[in-house]
């Protein structure tokens, strides 16, 4: 019984950065690890970044260097920092909650486009 609400989503030029903030509240006390995916036009939806209850975290090659998953345990909020945006990161983005279940986010359009 999680629910996840994000923010942050909207149009970029390329190079540029964006932020995005997802917000956990319900039943939060066993949550064992959060995740980025996105799900550009026309593709499925692929994990971007995680982070476990340890601290540790992973991110797919194409972000690599670029973005960074980060936490803030006394809000309860996974925020994923994008910098050097590309054409290609345009995608509906989507924040998740592994419990015993997974829970998602509504999801938020992220655009980079000239």
């Known amino acids: 019984q999680v629910q996840l609400v994000e923010s942050g989503g909207g149009l970029v030029q390329p190079g540029g950065s964006l932020g995005l903030s997802c917000a956990a509240s319900?039943?939060?006390?066993?949550?064992?690890?959060m995740a980025w995916y996105r799900q550009p036009p026309g593709k499925q939806r692929e994990l971007v970044a995680r982070?476990?209850?340890?601290?540790?975290?992973n991110y797919a090659d194409s972000v690599k260097g670029r973005f960074t998953i980060s936490r803030d345990n006394a809000k309860n909020t996974v925020y994923l920092q994008m910098n050097s945006l590309k054409p290609e990161d345009t995608a509906v983005y989507y924040c998740?909650?592994?419990?015993?279940?997974?829970?998602w986010g509504q999801g938020t359009q992220v655009t980079v486009s000239s």
């Open positions: 319900g039943s939060i006390f066993s949550i064992n690890a």
């Open positions: 998740f909650a592994l419990q015993e279940y997974g829970y």
């Open positions: 982070i476990f209850r340890g601290g540790s975290t």
